[in-house]
């Protein structure tokens, strides 16, 4: 690309710029600000999990010490605008959304909801005190069991309603009631894809500083544009009254892409005592009421002819939302709806969504979001139907690969992948993974009584978000867009500074918009700050998740980086008596075609911008700043194939991974050091559910995993050392090539190690284990395969 | 994770320890390496009034042998068993406990005094014969490990008295195998074995079989070490005998795991233990 430096910057490894900080502790979060005269909140929640509240009393823990006030959520009805906000509204599909208050009025619904608020001078005193607000509930009955919430009868979580179903939401393409009765094989699975949690080791916290009529909230949020706009919605403050600012945020994974109760209760206590407020969530309450993600029953029909050629494929999800709606718990089961299908070719598609209240926390946005889901139910049938036909699983996924010229292709449901070369991933994976050699290998083992087995998904996943009228209100029914935002400076003496709508917290960009923005404006990217995640600064934008912030916010910073280049040829045409369109940027300078050595430096361009001498043109605006809105007008469709080896210890039904192979296509990389960060990071999330992490409340509703004793995430002692490798597949939608990455671990790696598992444990009979795949479970699997029913 | 208010008190001699704890009533607790208390303290699982933190307080700390006996202090922090390598099965145990930052603060005479049934070393000590001292305000006295777990983290330890040492014979002539299950290399242990084997010969001279995690209290597996004991060993005789490993036993479910799963990893691991006591392979 002409507008680009030699030698460019994007596509080497860099190291993060932001590392030095962080690592030797001089990160800021949100605990690292302090305010003087703060105020500490705790929060009394419920320890019911579905409850009428009889009574609240406050007089114990009114008058105890540096106790300023007790409130409940009658005390504070006043200080809500509205209430907590769910944003998608579907054209023709009505979503049951009960009226959800920051503090609990009347009734709880789940274990952690709030029921009152205690506000005191320091922050041991406040959760002291909240042990001694007495709340008298009266039981009502409750239902944790999504399926067992839609029979008749069931207990409801909101009687207004009479059901417990949310909504019901299709869309299909082709005629599948055709294709399932014309097949030559139809296979079924009912799969569930249990509850997990984000787990962010930073937990969540809020600040929130009046001054005068203006508050400042600090929160630890992936969306501080977004978070403004809803929060002057609920309280009633004019958006310019209101800053929020991301500081440092220790990890997301899509659990602070919310508008939490805290960060509502936090702004309107501010307002209320006129006094700056603060509240850091423990880690067992950020177990209970920070949401949670996935939890769906999946139930899959494959259809094919007897060559393995696919005819046809229909789901239809359950998903457990919870107790209540929150900003877009009832979209995520929907929104990996648009790589339903994989990278395949399948003329039929069908899909049902049916969401459920429980009496459990939220689910929303977990790294992935839907897609991992749709990921592992693909790729596992694609497995189960190979077995069926008597074929190889990767011969069957060949002879189905939408192919490298048929880019872009629409699929059945009318969505259009941007390009792709599914056979050239596979291809790459399988030069690193010598299948035949394993085989061998494999069998050898199982001589000796040592299960190996390997598990493959070649998957596609959808990121990017998004083509704001796609998903926006009269699109997919969001009542949002997506557009990212950028702002370029370049300062007076030749740094820059780059503003970015977006709100990173741990991918990188600081050092990747850098890199993307030095090229285009000749700057060592060591001289390139990025500034994000506050209100006050640089333009709006719609915040980091859905791994878009490279593939739309870098478009952004490349967009407004080419426009401040444009100028500063125009400045330096000026001053060297030149034509504007003889000025190339080379090696950091901008020199005239034809001479090298009649040349100005960033920094002589800039001065001049800034201080203009008398030979430019007075027509030229003074300083050297633009600004770049981009709305894609196509989602990015990154890919890959993965490969995982595990070994299974048949006597005990303990899994270990022994290999992980990962070949990802994510476009031209901008830092291959940061992809291969997020695909190791993305990889150990999927293994985590794959293998042992699960969300899991009792029948009564009480959550059993309240820590990471019992929430068992991966160490890295569980590990192996992650192979990554990278084919290169520019996407035609944005001027970097680039598709997100921040994902596609996760949405790759579920199916891998469950069909490693279920390979390996084959010659014992077993067809199917649901995630987890703890000890306990493959075990009972073995032995019901073995004798027909666990053995004692 | 904010415990409830307590005092702290950080005595500098033996007997100031003892006075202070036992001045501070049943609410006032010990604190060694914190690394089971605190967890509790920050969960407010536990809301001790005091605590009386012995870190000052000398002579709890180190590993010595006299002639054919270990003695091993109260403070002596699990890394430190872990790289002592001539305490065999006590080593080996030690090396499972969590991660190096658990089993540089741990120590043994805080998790005897725990009593939680899930720990490595209790049943470590059953198997060891182990005993500690206790110093109380009445005096000292001498428990046998086989006295000192009384239920679900429940020990013989007086709410005033401190465990200021462990006894263990040194197991030099017996071969030692420890089978730790659990789900992460951090996790405490679904169910452990350690196993201690006295050849003469291929002839199973002597054997001793410790449960970790099988019941409210480290057990003793005495079927197994009576089906083995006098036996030729071979993989069969062990395979034989692991089987009676979960006799008797009656191990509650929990998230991990159902009473039969236990049962039936008690089985294979103390297999393996054996086994590995054994030097079969
Ligand atoms: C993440 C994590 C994982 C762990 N995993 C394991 C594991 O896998 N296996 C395992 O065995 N343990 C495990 N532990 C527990 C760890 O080994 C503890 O350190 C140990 O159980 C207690 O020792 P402590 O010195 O920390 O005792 P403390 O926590 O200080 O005290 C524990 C109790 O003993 C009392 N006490 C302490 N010292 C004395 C004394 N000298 N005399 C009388 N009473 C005393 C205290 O009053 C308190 O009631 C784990 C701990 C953590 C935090």
Redesign the pocket.
Known sequence: MSAVAEAPYVGREMRRKEDPRMITGRGRYIDDIAVPGTLWIAIVRSTEAHARIISIDKSAATGRNDVVAVLTGEDLAGDFAAPMAMVWSPPGVEIKTPEYWPVARGEVKHVGDPVAVVVGRDRYSVIDAAEHVVVEYEPKPVVVDPEKALEDGSPLVWEQFGTNRTHEWKVSGGDIDAALADADVVIEQRMVNHRTAGGAIETRGVLADPNGDKITLHSSTQIPHILRFVLSLLLGIDEDNLRVVAPDVGGGFGSKLQVYPEEVIAVALAKRLNRPVKWIETRSEAMMATHHGRDQIDYITLAANSDGTLTGCRARVVADLGAYQLLLTPFIPELGFPVMGGCYKIPAIDLTFEGVFTNKFCTDAIRGAGRPEATYWIELMMDKLADKLGMDPLELRRKNFIRKEEFPFTTALGITYDSGDYEGTLDRLLERLDLEAFRREQEELRARGIYRGVGFSTYVEVCGLAPSRAVGPQGVGLQAAFWESAMVRVHPSGSATVFTGASPHGQGHDTSFAQIAADRLGIDPQRIQVIHGDTDQGPWGWGTYGSRTISVGGEAVARAAIRVQDKAKEICAALLEAAPEDIELVDGKYRVRGSPDKFKTMAEISGAAHIPPQELPTDIEPGLEATAMYDPENFVFPFGAHACVVDVDAETGKVSVVRYIAVDDCGPPINPMLIDGQVHGGITHAIGQALYEQVVYDDEGQLVTGTFVDYAMPTAAELPSFETDRTVTPSPVNSLGVKGVGEAGTIAATPAVTAAVLDALAPLGVAWIDMPLTPRRVWEAISEAQNGGAQA | MIPAQFDYAAPETLEDAIRVLSEGGPEA???????????LMKLRLATPSLLVD?RKVPGLHGVHRDNGTWRIG?LTP?AELEHTAELGLVARAAG???DPQ?RN???I???L??G?PA???PAVMLVTEASVTLRGPDGQRTVAATELFRDYMETA?GTA????EVRLGAMDAWGFGYQKFNRRS????MVAVSALVKQTGDVCEDVRIGLTNMGSVPLRAHAVEEALRGQAISAESIAQAAEHADEGTDPPADLNASSEYKRHLARVLCRRALAEAAGLK
């Open positions: 607790k010990l604190l060694a390496g914190g690394h089971s208390l605190l967890p012995l109260a699990h499972t406990i969590a658990v603060r741990g120590t005479g805080g998790s005094a725990h939680d720990s490595d070393l330890v008295e401190v465990l200021t951090e996790d405490w242990a």
